[in-house]
């Protein structure tokens, strides 16, 4: 069993990706080829954003997206600490300062209900994530974000492909981040990423931005970075966008099956809450449990890949815990501890998807009851 299984992805989509590869081995544009516009055009008309930008990553996205905001040196950005490194990096990088706002557990997305009491006078923008491949609670970010005039950017990079109460994760906001990394439910063959906005005036800068700051060839008329996302992988989304919808579909039914073997067990396993106004594109299908180093032995044993999104939430590290060593995150340090993510994907069979069920919660009554025992002692 595969944590995620691309080379089934691959063998359903092979004639579509190999022809898009040949095509531009044939024409020879690897840097910004036809496939870059394409793809830009039937991203920006699946999201229904304006403007799609394709860049080099989903970390570069993050890094165009503050630079065209203007966050620098001495500006504060309200993030989660509870997601992968790149988030708060993207920020560092330019000089400014992440401001950690805690979780919803239930969720794993940044509470919004926390966000006001961190905006100071320095605060110049809001990065949630959409953690899991889940929406976070943008209505209400956007909102707090608008009475204290500030920007908000989307960090989709696991939600392309969800919705919001009506509306497309990567429209959602001023601008939108993701990322095509291969594991990601849209990914390429290496690394890449796009911004999304219906601003013009932002895009416009970020279009440059991606190019050394170039308006028009050998003309810099701002500081930028060699950040394009190159035709090769560009032709592989491309490829893959034909079955996107379909293996949507599958990685919902995946997730049906194990919320119909998981939800209201007696072993102590939770999955991650999703809400009614939302769906996922479940990027990870991870639960809540405890005792995990033990229950992820069992599954190994198994021959049951699992992983962990986060084990140690970014105010943690060692070269961020400088930045707010008051920072109060309750629930991300708990959450640290006892997430798991188990293999998820359209190629996911139920029967696959019964074994790991079955195992997990056997290993975790086992574990539980010699847990049990043991503290009565």
Same mark, same amino acid.
């Given at each position: ?283 990870? &299908?991870?639960?809540?449990? !405890?005792? #995990? ?5 069992? *599954?190994? @044993? +198994?021959?049951?890949?699992? =992983? ?38 359209? &190629?996911?069979?139920?029967? !696959?998807? #019964? ?5 997990? *919660?056997? @290993? +975790?009554?086992?574990?539980? =009851? ?8």
């Amino acid at each position: 069993m595969e944590f995620i299984d691309l080379k089934s992805q691959y063998q359903a989509s092979r004639e579509l990706i190999n022809g898009r590869i040949q095509a531009v081995l044939d024409h020879g544009q690897y840097i910004m080829g036809p496939e870059v516009g394409e793809l830009e055009a039937r991203l920006a008309e699946y999201t229904g954003a304006r403007h799609c930008i394709t860049v080099a990553s989903g970390t570069e996205a993050l890094l165009v997206a503050l630079m065209a905001l203007g966050v620098g040196r001495g500006d504060e950005v309200i993030t989660t600490p509870f997601t992968f490194i790149a988030t708060a990096e993207a920020i560092v990088l330019l000089g400014a300062t992440p401001v950690f706002v805690d979780i919803d557990p239930l969720t794993c997305n940044i509470d919004p209900a926390l966000i006001e009491e961190k905006i100071t006078p320095r605060t110049r923008a809001i990065i949630p994530v959409s953690l899991y491949g889940q929406p976070a609670d943008m209505d209400e970010i956007n909102a707090i974000a608008e009475r204290h005039g500030l920007a908000v950017i989307e960090d989709a990079a696991q939600s392309f492909g969800a919705s919001y109460r009506g509306r497309q994760s990567c429209n959602l906001s001023g601008i939108a981040c993701t990322s095509f990394f291969p594991s990601k439910p849209l990914g390429c063959y290496g690394d890449g990423g796009a911004l999304f906005t219906s601003d013009d005036e932002l895009a416009r800068a970020m279009r440059e931005i991606r190019v050394h700051g170039q308006s028009k060839r050998y003309v810099h008329t701002r500081i930028g970075v060699g950040g394009r996302m190159d035709t090769l992988q560009c032709a592989v989304v491309l490829a893959k966008l034909e079955l996107f919808d379909w293996e949507l579909q599958q990685r919902q039914r995946a997730a049906a099956t194990y919320d119909a073997l998981l939800l209201g067990n007696e072993a102590g396993v939770r999955p991650i809450l999703r809400r009614e106004d939302r769906t996922s594109v479940y990027a990870q &299908y991870t639960v809540v449990l !405890e005792q #995990r180093a033990e229950l992820q032995a069992a *599954l190994a @044993a +198994a021959k049951i890949p699992t =992983a962990v999104h986060y084990p140690v939430p970014i105010h943690r590290q060692p070269a961020y815990a400088h930045l707010d060593p008051a920072a109060a995150c309750p629930a991300s340090d708990a959450l640290a501890g006892k997430v798991m993510s188990l293999p998820m994907g359209p &190629y996911l069979s139920d029967a !696959e998807i #019964r074994t790991v069920c079955d195992t997990l *919660l056997r @290993a +975790a009554q086992e574990t539980g =009851a010699a847990t049990a025992a043991v503290l009565s002692v």
